[in-house]
DNA sequence: CAACATGCATACTGGTTGGTATGTTGTCAG
DNA sequence: CTGACAACATACCAACCAGTATGCATGTTG
């Protein structure tokens, strides 16, 4: 214990460190899910990537399905969260169009994410119908997604700046489904020009719902 | 044998149909792979899901692959000519706006369908960054639906029915992006009501694509 | 230091998978 | 009737795969 001198507060090389291995695994699994699906994605392709072995996988996560709860919770919602809900939030005073107009336009648009997809709607399209625990943490997801866009929407008929003949959540949802839908597109062609092409439309659109007098472009 | 007389175009009880055994092949491996998806439909399911063995399959397809391929070009192809490019042919003579929402509103909206997706976006979603294979059939379909979409708005500005100041290549995408938006949506919500709710919006949309003084609401 | 739980490593298993080798039968031409 | 080929049927295989049993090292606590 205290017997040689010097040892306050030390851990230096950290072997043990529970919560990176599980992070790691994580980080890797998301990976493998994202680029192969959940069903084909390896546990053993999982654990290559990392150099952690599978002893250490099943302690931390009691099941393949567990692993991929966990993803969608702790990453696929913190995706979500970083590039929609955080940044609509922060823009309270700016208007809400200009604030939709602009994290649309911060979706990524790397050829590597372009063929990838969206990450929600890899899971929901293979996963929704097979199993319900899936469908239950995607559709929170969801959820809080056109929440925070029907929000900022209304805030904008409050301020006058959105077009009151519309409905924020029904508009909510033609926005999300619109994103979605281009992110299918360009993933068929694996093409970042058709992204591209999409997100100048949404942007058009996003214009339409604009309040007259508060028009930008027409 | 043949001492009987007649038996002039004889052909009754055919014990070996090799064009039936096909067929039925294809119908219970798109079932499957809709359901699943390809990568983990099973050979060993579609074959129980027949009564045809493995020894036949493997006579028809030459691997799992090839079988996909087949569903592709036979019967997802198929279904988007019978959907969609067959009746927009038919209404010539029709308003194409008319046509569309026509079409728009005959998409199967059954629970089954809406819970089961589109294929075309199901098996988009899950190879195209997979297998160029895959990819390249897919793109063909999507660029045949594209294109007649984008043929019929053309007709449309034509006529006047149409307004003239949108694009018809990008309109067309803008469309077909929000029919398979909302599928998504639909999907992971396995609710129907969600389905019912994006068709509403996507009439809305299409009928604000009138030429002034061609329309039928505002 | 002992005792004990946490965190991880290794070897293994039972079941499933796509694919094949080989045998058998239906069909039809000659 | 008889090959001969097309259209299957059956048995089998090697690879893979999620999951587990077991053991060992590390850190903590008394």
């Known amino acids: ?11 230096p090389p950290k072997l043990r460190d529970p919560e990176r291995t599980r992070q790691r695994l994580l980080q890797a699994a998301f990976r493998e899910v994202y680029r192969y699906g959940f069903q084909s994605a390896g546990i053993d392709t999982i654990l290559a990537a990392t150099d952690v072995t599978k002893g250490a996988l099943y302690y931390h996560f009691k099941s393949k399905e567990a692993l991929g709860y966990a993803i969608i919770e702790e990453i696929v919602a913190e995706m979500t969260h970083d590039r929609w809900l955080r940044p609509l939030q922060r823009s309270r005073d700016k208007n ?9 336009q911060a979706i990524p648009h790397q050829p590597r994410d372009v063929k990838g997809g969206c990450p929600l709607v890899n899971l929901t ?10 469908r239950k943490r995607l559709e929170r997801i969801f959820h809080g997604w056109h929440e925070g866009v029907t929000t900022v929407l209304r805030r904008g008929q409050h301020q006058g ?3 009151r003949d519309l409905v924020p959540e029904e508009t909510a ?8 839908g281009y992110e299918v597109l360009a993933k068929n062609a694996q093409d970042a020009k058709v ?8 942007v058009g659109w996003l214009n339409s719902l604009r309040a007259p007098g508060n028009r930008r472009r027409g």
């Open 1 to 11: 214990m205290l017997s040689a001198g010097k040892k306050p507060t030390r851990k």
């Open 96 to 104: 809400p169009i200009d604030a939709l107009i602009g994290v649309v």
């Open 125 to 134: 399209q293979e996963m929704s119908q097979l199993d319900k625990e899936f």
């Open 161 to 163: 700046t959105v077009r």
């Open 173 to 180: 949802s033609f926005l999300i489904a619109m994103v979605e």
């Open 195 to 202: 992204w591209n092409t999409g997100i100048r439309n949404i």
